[in-house]
T-cell receptor
Framework: DQQVKQNSPSLSVQEGRISILNCDYT??????FLWYKKYPAEGPTFLIS?????DKNEDGRFTVFLNKSAKHLSLHIVPSQPGDSAVYFC??????????FGTGTRLKVLA | DAGVIQSPRHEVTEMGQEVTLRCKPI?????LFWYRQTMMRGLELLIY????????DSGMPEDRFSAKMPNASFSTLKIQPSEPRDSAVYFC???????????FGQGTRLTVV
């Protein structure tokens, strides 16, 4: 029973273009969502978050969109850079519920 | 603060042996999490602690797995006996609150042969 799903295991994008990573969840109790980035041989690092009271949060080149009715969130990276090549995990949880991570999407930004 | 520190970085052991993974969380963080990363399941939460007390261990796969947090600055994850299917990268993470971002260690790559 996967409560958080990242259906695209991998994604390739040209440098300078937009990268869109998607995440779906099933538990309506989730009210806080995060994206992490992971480089090989390192631990995941926090990238950006959004709470359910918002539908968009922006931080520089990174924007997370939340569609509560569809139980869907997405991470947009504009413009994509080669250094963005990594595995991206989305996670969902709440103040009283443990975070559940997706299986990750491997992004490759082509120079 | 140096961040979350895990040891060892790599561990190779024979099937049946006991394995102990160690973690030092960020000072002041009240929550500590143990995760396992595999290709098939991504990052699975095994167990988490709040103020050194285990809160949810429902992700621990079997009784062969156990975790302790004797004080605020140290936690262990033990596998006894280890099996080849336990081979994975194990991460420890800590956070201030339940609904804030967690900071991860660099992980321990465990190989059971």
């Amino acid at each position: 029973d996967q409560q958080v799903k990242q259906n695209s295991p991998s994604l390739s994008v040209q440098e300078g273009r937009i990268s869109i990573l998607n995440c779906d969840y099933t538990n309506s109790m989730f009210d806080y969502f995060l994206w992490y980035k992971k480089y090989p041989a390192e631990g995941p690092t926090f990238l950006i978050s959004i709470s359910s009271i918002k539908d968009k949060n922006e931080d520089g080149r990174f924007t997370v969109f939340l569609n509560k009715s569809a139980k869907h969130l997405s991470l947009h990276i504009v413009p994509s850079q080669p250094g963005d090549s990594a595995v991206y995990f989305c996670a969902a949880g709440s103040g009283t519920y443990k975070y559940i991570f997706g299986t990750g999407t491997r992004l490759k930004v082509l120079a | 603060d140096a961040g979350v520190i895990q040891s060892p970085r790599h561990e190779v052991t024979e099937m049946g042996q006991e394995v102990t993974l160690r973690c030092k969380p960020i000072s002041g963080h009240d929550y500590l999490f143990w995760y396992r990363q595999t290709m098939m399941r991504g990052l699975e939460l095994l167990i988490y602690f709040n103020n050194n007390v285990p809160i949810d261990d429902s992700g621990m796969p079997e009784d062969r797995f156990s975790a302790k947090m004797p004080n605020a600055s140290f936690s262990t994850l033990k596998i006894q006996p280890s099996e080849p299917r336990d081979s994975a990268v194990y991460f420890c993470a800590s956070s201030l609150l339940m609904n804030t971002e967690a900071f991860f260690g660099q992980g321990t790559r465990l190989t059971v042969v």
